[in-house]
């Protein structure tokens, strides 16, 4: 019942903050609640794990930014700053997310999502659960097959998380190498707009 609670969890936040009240806020504060009720016993994990030859894995994550930066402008289906403000992110929103985002999200979400891909009975679905549930999101910005582009990416950083978590005995560099990432992409999104 928990693991089902879990998988679902960020699926019932993006649809009900994200795509009915169309709120960027409200929607990561839900999936944060819900992944603190669900998995706050396992936070210490995503503070362990460091291991200085998965760097390499890590590193390319930092590319996440230069490339959504480049690669926006004809990925959008929609004007970057009409979006942004459908979703509570106009003016002074976005820089203010920034932190939040780029550094307690990847915390959060990379310890909500390892017990899940480490599940015996799961298996690989897991890493398809935590892909889909950012569809939802990227439809509402994205050209249809660059959202199927970025699930494809998603699906991967997922199981490269999992291998990272194994190699390293702990979340630390997959949060690292997610914080990198997600930084990366909302600094790029918010100088494009």
Known sequence: M??????????LAVTICWAWLHNAWATLVAYHLLILLLSGRRLGAALRGWLPGLLPLVLPCALAG?????LLPSA??????????SFGLGGAALPIMIPWYG?????????HWAPLRRHHRLGPASHFFFAGYHVIVLTTLMKAPWVAFCAALLLASSIAWKRMERSGGGLLMP????????????????LRS
């Open 2 to 11: 928990r693991t089902a609670a879990s998988l679902l969890a960020p699926w």
């Open 66 to 70: 230069p490339v959504t930066w480049l």
């Open 76 to 85: 959008a289906r929609v004007p970057l700053d009409a979006w942004r403000s």
């Open 103 to 111: 550094l307690v999200h990847p915390f959060l979400e990379q310890a």
């Open 175 to 190: 949060v690292v190498s997610q914080s990198l990432a997600d930084l990366g992409m909302i600094l790029a999104l918010l």
